[in-house]
């Protein structure tokens, strides 16, 4: 088992930024992809960015060139750095974890991410 925490979201003006966190424990050394998804009001759940434990990367391409995913296996967290926040940024973001021996997807509790004036 794998339980994963967030913390970061909030309300930010367009234009701003924010830096998410997902600390994870118990069953870590298993963990192959961390990353996070969101998921706007009345739209489907879509991946924003993951990261391997071997270091690569995926981004949607909405998220392209303004937000950063980084890991830091040390500490079992990940981190997604969103610079030039945009109204359609809003949405619930989601910490995962993928353990590849088990096929198994675990979920954080979520954060809440506003842009808006």
């Known amino acids: 088992q794998v339980r994963l925490v967030e913390s970061g979201g909030g309300l930010v003006q367009p234009g701003g930024s924010l830096r998410l966190s997902c600390a994870a424990s118990?069953?870590?050394?298993?963990?192959?992809?961390m990353g996070w998804y969101r998921q706007a009001p009345g739209k489907q759940r879509e991946l924003a960015a993951s990261?391997?434990?071997?270091?690569?990367?995926n981004y949607a391409d909405s998220v392209k060139g303004r937000f950063t995913i980084s890991r830091d296996n040390a500490k079992n967290t990940v981190y997604l750095q969103a610079n030039n926040l945009k109204p359609e940024d809003t949405a619930v973001y989601y910490c995962?974890?993928?353990?590849?021996?088990?096929?198994?997807?675990?979920w954080g509790q979520g954060t809440q991410v506003t842009v808006s004036s």
């Open positions: 995962y974890a993928f353990v590849a021996i088990t096929s198994a997807n675990y």
């Open positions: 990261i391997t434990n071997a270091g690569y990367i």
């Open positions: 118990g069953s870590v050394l298993n963990i192959r992809t």
